[in-house]
């Protein structure tokens, strides 16, 4: 299994972004998946997670009505749609799969989390 970030880079205050992770060796439609942000100096977050067998979704307040987490499940992808970004979102963004749900994704992930990917830097400039 393996799970390959991409799509990170430079954009300005306000801009849009969208980032993929490629779940490669897994069946999407049986996990729940996550992204994850861990800016310089801090902790790595969960900031929003969709479990694929009952299609619930969660954000973190501070993501909310800006970002956006889908799914291709055909192409086995999934996504995260940034708008509105600002300066504090820049960090390194994970991709995350686990079997047991958005609600152990979202509170055990340091505790043990079935995938990670390796992570891709958006720098969101001022």
């Known amino acids: 299994v393996q799970l390959v970030e991409s799509g990170g880079g430079f954009v300005e205050a306000g801009g849009s972004l969208r980032l993929s992770c490629e779940a490669a060796?897994?069946?999407?439609?049986?996990?729940?998946v996550g992204w994850f942000r861990q800016t310089p100096g801090s902790e790595r977050e969960a900031i929003c997670d969709?479990?694929?067998?009952?299609?619930?979704?969660f954000y973190a307040d501070d993501v909310k009505e800006r970002f956006t987490i889908s799914s291709d499940i055909a192409k086995s992808m999934v996504y995260l749609d940034m708008h509105n970004v600002k300066p504090e979102d820049t960090g390194v963004y994970y991709c995350?799969?686990?079997?047991?749900?958005?609600?152990?994704?979202?509170?055990?992930?340091?505790?043990?989390?079935?995938?990670w990917g390796k992570g891709t830097l958006v720098t969101v400039s001022s």
């Open positions: 969709l479990t694929h067998s009952d299609g619930s979704v």
């Open positions: 995350a799969a686990d079997r047991r749900g958005g609600h152990w994704i979202r509170h055990f992930f340091n505790v043990d989390m079935g995938y």
């Open positions: 060796g897994l069946k999407l439609e049986n996990y729940a």
